[in-house]
């Protein structure tokens, strides 16, 4: 006997896959194993989210789940698993999957689900591009800030058997370091068997793709002006030149010129397409919507190759002055782009096998490791960096970041003696400096090696000419923060050290000199509490950081909580605290080292 049809809100994730039919006319045997190993990963997220799969028809799945926080987390963390499955397929036997997700009113009868609602999932995914997800707005409001996720607004979009517009939110992960898939999974050797037979008997292959630049590259085009105002097409134009001005000046990108961009202007485009023609790997496009006296502009970076977006955001603002609205967006929009496109680029290089590392997959690699900023990883980058340089010993960039790695080597970790990291700190630094005296970051790797000899004022003078090169530079302002505080400047350093933040915020290497230097400013003011609460700010994140614990030991010492700072010492010295009381850092006054060495004792430091 049936169960009777019950109601209940619920949220519903719709999914299938893109160009399904294609894959199975190609090799029907290769894609029903590759969908078997898709959803053996499908069903085992689903179920680790607290979902239930109510139905499945072929390539496709629905599901439900309790709250929109566990179905917002599942869809993204399903189309970051597929895609590390599918990494090393060829792209036209990757199977990416729509998803689409709603929060609404359905009806259930033996398992199944009905409604309107389910028809709403059904549509968001189909407005889906491959890899991506489209939700309701229902799901970005319950959402709010409780899954790490970007949401681009796509606006009310009219889709096919629902009466009333939709509206819709594109979304993609929040950018956090990548971890690295395993090569030669078994979906990626699955997905690639066939495709050569495949392209014998239907003769597909299309014209030949421009070779790709060396390091990263990307094209910005035309952002489409979405309004009723022509007077605005100018306004998008703006915004798209200024952020072509303001990437090109990264020495670590490869930007195609506004002309060339510009030739899109007006047309329909499929970023595959662009990415072929422009011999680019990364395309960055957008769409500006003025409604009264407001603007919204929405970005998204997509990888050309595959399709997937990288990262997205909007942008809300009074029109009281356009040409600042435009400077504001266009810097926002560039600042956010180079880490976005780095992060990529890491993710990229840590697929790739050993055997077949190059000067910029270890250098890619190594730039993983270093930001992970614990001791291990930093060993390993060094090695890896070291590696670079043996395959290109002209590659500038290998040799700041091996200085950078070799300075936390000793100075950080203890691995090392720190005079010893000093010297061959500076040595790499000044040799990247050498072969491209206008690479902001070996500028700003210099700066760091003059600020561990404790030459502050030519470190300001470098980090100053980099900003000069680079005004985005994130590292940059930190070393002239670190600068500034040494020197008993804290305000303007602290000032310095909140805008290397707001550039670059999801960085773990920089966060951690960051609060490092934050917590030193604050303890050398005799602000103890504030010292404290930004070291137990940066324990939340980083619990076996030694530096953090050290930094909570004095502060707690000087404020008279003598057993919570013996504790707090104790826990530095077990994640491998060391400090020599009789080496002054050349960084440090002897009055600031005098200060910290009475901290110490005062918990408790005998050494």
Same mark, same amino acid.
């Given at each position: 006997m049936a169960e009777r049809a019950e109601r209940r809100l619920t949220t519903i994730l719709a999914a299938d896959i893109a160009e399904y039919s294609r894959l199975m006319r190609a090799d029907e045997d290769a894609t029903m194993r590759a969908l078997g190993a898709c959803r053996a990963v499908i069903d085992g997220l689903v179920a680790e989210h607290r979902g239930r799969i109510a139905n499945t028809a072929g390539d496709a799945v629905l599901?439900?789940?309790p709250s929109v926080a566990d179905g917002l987390a599942c869809a993204l963390e399903m189309q970051q698993a597929l895609a590390a499955e599918n990494a090393d397929a060829p792209a036209e036997r990757r199977m990416q999957f729509r998803i689409g997700l709603h929060l609404g009113d359905v009806m259930t009868r033996d398992g199944d689900l009905f409604g309107d609602a389910v028809n709403i999932a059904a549509r968001l995914e189909a407005l889906a591009e491959p890899g991506g997800i489209c939700v309701s707005a229902a799901v970005r409001e319950h959402a709010g800030t409780r899954v790490a996720a970007t949401f681009a607004d796509l606006g009310a979009q009219r889709v096919?058997?629902?009466?009333?517009?939709?509206?819709?939110?594109? *979304?993609?992960?929040?950018?956090?370091?990548? *971890?690295?898939?395993?090569?030669?999974?078994?979906?990626?050797r699955?997905?690639? $068997?066939? *495709? $050569?037979?495949?392209?014998?008997?239907t003769g597909e292959g299309g014209s030949a793709a421009l070779a790709l630049p060396d390091k990263p590259s990307i094209a910005v085009l035309p952002f489409a002006n979405m309004s009723s105002?022509?007077?605005?097409?100018?306004?998008?134009?703006?915004?798209?030149?200024?952020?072509?001005?303001?990437?090109?000046?990264?020495?670590?990108?490869?930007?195609?010129?506004? %002309?060339?961009?510009?030739?899109? +202007?007006?047309?329909?485009?499929?970023? +595959? $397409?662009?990415g072929r023609e422009l011999g680019v790997r990364y395309v960055l496009e957008g769409s500006l919507?003025?409604?009264?006296?407001?603007?919204?502009?929405?970005?998204?970076?997509?990888?050309?190759e595959t399709g997937n977006h990288l990262w997205a955001e909007r942008y809300d603002r009074d029109l009281a002055d356009i040409f600042a609205v435009q400077d504001e967006i266009s810097q926002a929009v560039s600042i956010a782009i180079a880490p976005a496109v780095s992060q990529a680029e890491q993710q990229r290089a840590m697929r790739k096998p050993p055997g077949s590392l190059d000067a910029w997959a270890a250098y890619q690699q190594g730039l993983w490791h270093l930001g992970r900023a614990i001791r291990s990883s930093n060993d390993e980058a060094r090695r890896l960096f070291e590696r670079a340089i043996e395959f290109d010993p002209s590659f500038a960039a290998s040799y700041a970041a091996l200085a950078r790695a070799i300075g936390y080597a000793g100075m950080h970790y203890?691995?090392?003696?720190?005079?010893?990291? *000093?010297?061959? %700190?500076?040595?790499?630094?000044r040799k990247a400096m050498d072969l491209d005296p206008r690479d902001a970051d070996a500028m700003t790797g210099l700066s760091l090696a003059l600020i561990w000899q404790g030459d502050l004022a030519n470190a300001e003078t470098r980090a100053?000419?980099?900003?000069?090169?680079?005004?985005?530079?994130?590292?940059?302002?930190?070393?002239?923060g670190a600068c500034l505080v040494f020197c008993g400047r804290h305000a303007e350093g602290r000032a310095a050290l909140a805008k290397t933040e707001r550039l670059n915020p999801f960085d773990d290497e920089l966060a951690d000199d960051i609060y490092r230097?934050?917590?030193?400013?604050?303890?050398? %003011?005799?602000?103890?509490?504030?010292?404290?609460?930004?070291?137990?700010?940066?324990?939340?994140?980083?619990?076996?950081?030694?530096?953090a614990n050290f930094h909570i030991a004095r502060a707690l010492a000087q404020l008279g909580r003598t057993d919570a700072a013996r504790a707090a010492l104790s826990r530095a010295v077990a994640v491998g605290f060391r400090w020599d009381p009789h080496n002054r850092r050349a960084f440090h006054s002897a009055e600031q080292h005098a200060h910290m060495l009475e901290g110490l004792r005062k918990a408790g430091w005998e050494g």
């Open positions: 599901a439900e789940f096919k058997n629902i009466a009333d517009p939709v509206h819709v939110f594109r *979304v993609g992960p929040t950018l956090t370091h990548p *971890v690295a898939p395993a090569p030669g999974s078994t979906l990626s699955i997905a690639g $068997e066939g *495709v $050569e037979r495949h392209r014998r008997e105002d022509p007077e605005q097409e100018f306004f998008a134009d703006g915004i798209a030149e200024d952020v072509i001005t303001a990437l090109s000046r990264y020495p670590s990108l490869f930007v195609i010129a506004r %002309n060339s961009c510009f030739t899109y +202007k007006g047309r329909a485009v499929d970023v +595959k $397409e662009v919507r003025k409604s009264g006296n407001r603007i919204r502009v929405t970005a998204q970076l997509v990888e050309a203890g691995a090392m003696p720190a005079a010893d990291a *000093v010297r061959l %700190n500076t040595e790499y630094a100053i000419e980099a900003l000069n090169i680079n005004p985005n530079n994130a590292w940059a302002y930190a070393c002239i230097v934050l917590a030193q400013s604050h303890y050398f %003011n005799r602000d103890y509490e504030e010292c404290l609460e930004i070291s137990r700010h940066r324990i939340r994140f980083r619990p076996e950081d030694p530096s």
